[in-house]
């Protein structure tokens, strides 16, 4: 699943080398939180959600045929780098 979302995020936004995506088990649910570019943000939202709403409908589909429960979100800043 996590491969599927980055797949269409690197494909829609910007700045690919900034998408990230964190997974969570909560119970039997999976939580997907995405992480994009500042400037990306809109781009992955869409005019009035409809974007990531199609994601989250992809998402949902692939969910469904594999029995998982998920939940998409979008985090609300992009991860920062770690300087070694």
Do not use: C, W
């Not at 910007?14 to 400037?39: C, K």
Request: proline letters at 2%; zero cysteines.
């Amino acid at each position: 699943m996590k491969n599927l979302l980055e797949f269409i995020l690197i494909h829609l936004v910007d700045n690919p080398d900034q998408v990230s995506i964190d997974v969570h088990e909560d119970g039997d649910m999976d939580i997907y939180t995405i992480h994009v570019a500042s400037e990306d943000m809109g781009k992955v939202i869409g005019k009035q959600g409809k974007v990531i709403n199609a994601l989250r409908t992809v998402a949902r589909v692939r969910a469904i045929k594999e029995n998982k429960h998920i939940m998409v979100n979008i985090a609300d800043e992009a991860p920062q780098a770690v300087e070694a």
